[in-house]
């Protein structure tokens, strides 16, 4: 793609009347002017390309082994297979129980005595061995292709969930970490589920910047979330709220309850992955 640079007077009309340059075939420039509902179509159209092209370079080799794979999705078989799948674990907070424990609708002793605000949570995967890598290089190298597998992933696991919900919502992400990384990795992810999902996305905001949640245990971590969500609208039904991984679960039953407030009648969660008891 070439750039084509602009004399002083050409530039001055241009932000005079808000418009675009765009090249003709005898070379001259003209700028039309584009509406905010037309740039905006232009950048969606611009991130779905990117997307695309983003998708069609992952399939071929395995995101895991580098083994050769089939069909569309970047991992093989039996890397996905031997994924640390959360598959017994607490229908409210998605805490891993042990297998004995599976069944649907189970609940946690936590959950039984103090269940979260969201009537459901779902995170397929543990937080351990590739998952660990695989979320780390997302979140810390800011390595795209890393984030489209977890999207894609993620996506596998909703269509087996038989989840019914009118818009998703993101965790907000905290100024001074966002800065530090370079990017709003929640956000990024939340958008472009969103999309694939085709589903409202509604953003939320943080009412004030909360200390760390790192070395805290579960209590500290609920006080120091407590009342650092809002909404500024009112909200549907049923919303899904989002986050990159689940540690004690106070981020999101933060959020689901600033929705709540917000109007939603029901909430549920979704992370990519939950951190085993052990590993808090």
């Known amino acids: 793609m070439s750039l084509l640079k602009m004399g002083p007077t050409e530039e001055k009309g241009a932000h005079e009347r808000g418009g675009v340059a765009t090249s003709t075939r005898s070379g001259r420039q003209r700028f039309d002017r584009v509406s905010g509902a037309g740039l905006r179509g232009y950048v969606a159209r611009l991130v779905n390309t990117i997307n695309a092209q983003l998708r069609r370079a992952l399939p071929g080799y395995c995101a895991f082994c580098l083994g050769p794979v089939r069909g569309d999705h970047p991992w093989c078989e039996g890397c996905l297979v031997e994924m640390p799948w959360n598959t017994s674990a607490c229908w409210r907070c998605a805490e ?13 002793g936590r959950c039984l005595k103090r269940p979260p605000a969201q009537v459901r949570s779902l995170a397929p995967w543990r937080y351990e061995g590739r998952m660990v890598r695989l979320v780390q290089r997302y979140k810390f ?18 269509a087996n ?4 919900v009118d818009a998703v ?6 100024r001074e970490r966002t800065r530090q990384q370079g ?3 929640v956000a990024w992810l939340t958008r472009r589920l969103a999309g694939r999902l085709e589903l409202p996305l509604i953003e939320a905001r943080r009412r004030r910047e909360t200390p760390s949640q790192r070395g805290l245990d579960r209590q500290h971590r609920r006080r120091n979330l407590r009342g650092a969500f809002a909404l500024s609208q009112a909200l549907p039904k049923r919303v899904m709220i989002i986050d990159d ?4 679960g106070a981020t999101l039953d933060a959020l689901a309850r600033a929705c ?3 109007g939603a009648e029901e909430v549920v969660a979704l992370a990519f992955a939950r951190t085993p008891p052990g590993g808090i």
């Open 169 to 174: 919502i993101g965790v907000p992400g905290h």
């Open 245 to 248: 991984v689940m540690t004690t």
């Open 141 to 158: 190298g800011a390595e795209a292709w890393a984030g489209e597998v977890m999207i894609q992933l993620m996506v596998v696991a909703l």
């Open 183 to 185: 990017f709003d990795h």
């Open 161 to 164: 969930a038989a989840l019914r």
């Open 96 to 108: 891993p129980l042990p297998s004995v424990a599976g069944g649907d609708r189970t609940l946690c």
């Open 260 to 262: 709540l407030d917000a």
